[in-house]
């Protein structure tokens, strides 16, 4: 049994997370601000014996070193989440992104001073690439961030700071990290109301639609189970291998996103229609976004093993059935 600590654990893959922990026997302990989590996601585990939760800040110090008391390890998911919620709030994205993981990284390294080495997982973003022009992307690739007067890659910068930090720590201080960069991640309890693209597509789908598509449609991207991540995250944690390195987490399996809508479309009533609105019309006439996000996997395969993901159409089913109920 291990001691566990999930920062933004109320949120979409964070609940899902303190689901599988529990599952397996460990005690967990969960902070989370609800500005984008709920505790409602935790409904089914909120009553359990081994789940502390607490509504606070990973900005809070004093509640950090607290809840760090007695931890093995440290799941750190908390963060501005949402193409949307980044565009309209560069200033909260930058801040709630760098700034905790700064803190918690200096708490870790105070306990791994005092003689208790706790391991560390950062999930980082797919985002952290830019727009580089590769078809594939794998870990050691450069990134590609376009103009600071454009707020959408401020997500993308304030991730790889975090990264910096925490490979920084265990260059320096041998304090144990792992990162994790996550590639459009799906499932049960995501909220569209930031921007992520199924749960909005699949909530105008149930509303009769029209289902809106950004641009030409024309977008990759590679969606993923929730609950696959958080199985190659648990087995990163397990292994020796991972620690002071960066996984790409996903499916390398890519889809446009007008055939994402076409496949919602299908799941739900084929009778309904697809509505094309511009970036500017939906972000700000300064939004910029890339065109394909395809991981290269190689490293996350190598080490903890391969096993086959959940399919899309499966998972878009499940989503639909979770937002209907």
């Known amino acids: 049994m291990k001691n566990c600590l999930v920062t933004g654990g109320a949120g979409f893959i964070g609940s899902h997370l303190v689901e599988a922990l529990l599952a397996r026997g460990d005690r967990v302990a969960v902070i989370d601000n609800e500005s984008t989590g709920t505790r409602?996601?935790?409904?089914?585990?909120?009553?359990?014996?081994?789940?502390?939760?607490?509504?606070?800040?990973?900005?809070?110090?004093?509640?950090?070193?607290?809840?760090?008391?007695?931890?093995?390890?440290?799941y750190h998911l908390a963060a501005a989440v949402g193409v949307q919620l980044i565009a309209e709030s560069p200033i909260h994205t930058i801040e709630t992104n760098?700034?905790?993981?700064?803190?918690?990284?200096?708490e870790l390294a105070r306990l791994q001073a005092a003689g208790r080495t706790v391991r560390l997982?950062?999930?980082?973003?797919?985002?952290?690439?830019?727009?580089?022009?590769?078809?594939?992307?794998?870990?050691?690739?450069?990134?590609?961030?376009?103009?600071?007067?454009?707020?959408?890659?401020?997500?993308?910068?304030?991730?790889?700071?975090?990264?910096?930090?925490?490979?920084?720590?265990?260059?320096?201080?041998?304090?144990?990290?792992?990162?994790?960069?996550?590639?459009?991640?799906?499932?049960?309890?995501?909220?569209?109301?930031?921007?992520?693209?199924?749960p909005r597509l699949v909530d105008a789908a149930l509303a009769g639609g029209p289902l809106v598509v950004h641009d030409d449609g024309r977008?990759?991207?590679?969606?993923?189970?929730?609950?696959?991540?958080?199985?190659?995250?648990?087995?990163?944690?397990?292994?020796?291998?991972?620690?002071?390195?960066?996984?790409?987490?996903?499916?390398?399996?890519?889809?446009?996103?007008?055939?994402?809508?076409?496949?919602?479309?299908?799941?739900?009533?084929?009778?309904?229609?697809?509505?094309?609105?511009t970036y500017a019309v939906a972000y700000g006439h300064d939004f910029e976004d890339c065109r394909r996000r395809v991981p290269d996997l190689t490293r996350l395969g190598e080490t903890i093993g391969v096993w086959p993901y959940r399919g899309l159409d499966e998972t878009i089913a499940e989503v639909v059935a979770w937002k209907r109920g």
């Not at 789940?51 to 931890?71: E, K």
């Not at 760098?98 to 200096?106: D, F, G, M, R």
């Not at 594939?136 to 993308?156: F, H, I, K």
């Not at 991730?159 to 930090?165: G, P, R, V």
């Open 121 to 198: 997982f950062v999930a980082s973003s797919s985002e952290v690439y830019g727009k580089n022009p590769k078809p594939v992307w794998c870990e050691d690739d450069d990134m590609v961030l376009g103009s600071t007067a454009r707020p959408r890659w401020s997500y993308g910068a304030s991730k790889a700071i975090d990264e910096f930090l925490a490979l920084a720590y265990w260059r320096q201080r041998q304090l144990p990290a792992v990162v994790g960069r996550f590639f459009n991640v799906v499932g049960p309890r995501q909220t569209g109301a930031y921007g992520m693209v199924l």
């Open 219 to 277: 977008q990759e991207r590679c969606f993923a189970h929730v609950a696959d991540i958080v199985r190659a995250v648990l087995a990163l944690m397990e292994s020796p291998l991972a620690v002071g390195r960066v996984f790409n987490i996903g499916s390398n399996v890519p889809v446009s996103i007008l055939e994402l809508a076409q496949r919602v479309i299908r799941a739900v009533d084929p009778a309904l229609a697809i509505e094309f609105i």
């Open 98 to 106: 760098v700034y905790p993981v700064e803190l918690l990284l200096q």
């Open 40 to 74: 409602a996601n935790l409904a089914a585990v909120i009553d359990s014996p081994q789940l502390h939760y607490i509504r606070g800040s990973v900005a809070d110090r004093d509640l950090m070193r607290r809840m760090l008391d007695g931890v093995d390890e440290v």
